[in-house]
Nanobody, 120 residues
Framework: QVQLVESGGGLVQPGGSLRLSCTAS????????MSWYRQAPGKERELVAD????????NYADSVKGRFTISRANALNTVYLQMNSLKPEDTAVYYC?????????????WGQGTQVTVSS
């Protein structure tokens, strides 16, 4: 059974930091690209950051560049999102995603989400 379990969300003041974690089970984690998405109330889900299966290459949304860092520990089946200098506009539910393409098939898994609220 595939599972992605996010943790680390919460309430933080502007300028603060949080580290999100997503622990995977039920599939071969090291062969999947991993991403963090977020969805704010009334808005579409958007890509925040992604990282290749080996962790060599990363990609960030312009809105979080220089503030957020995605990383992974394949030995622990875990992907992280370090979020610094948080702003109120970072408030959203953050979702972990695992993706792998194999020939014509796309394997695409989602976590349940963790709430991040940035407010004074």
């Amino acid at each position: 059974q595939v599972q992605l379990v996010e943790s680390g969300g919460g309430l933080v003041q502007p300028g603060g930091s949080l580290r999100l974690s997503c622990t995977a089970s039920g599939f071969t984690f090291r062969t999947y690209a991993m991403s963090w998405y977020r969805q704010a109330p009334g808005k579409e889900r958007e890509l925040v950051a992604d990282i290749t299966s080996g962790g060599v290459s990363t990609n960030y949304a312009d809105s979080v560049k220089g503030r957020f860092t995605i990383s992974r520990a394949n030995a622990l089946n875990t992907v992280y999102l370090q979020m610094n200098s948080l702003k109120p506009e970072d408030t959203a539910v953050y979702y972990c995603n695992a993706k792998r393409r194999e020939l014509l098939r796309l394997y695409d898994y989602w976590g349940q989400g963790t709430q991040v609220t940035v407010s004074s």
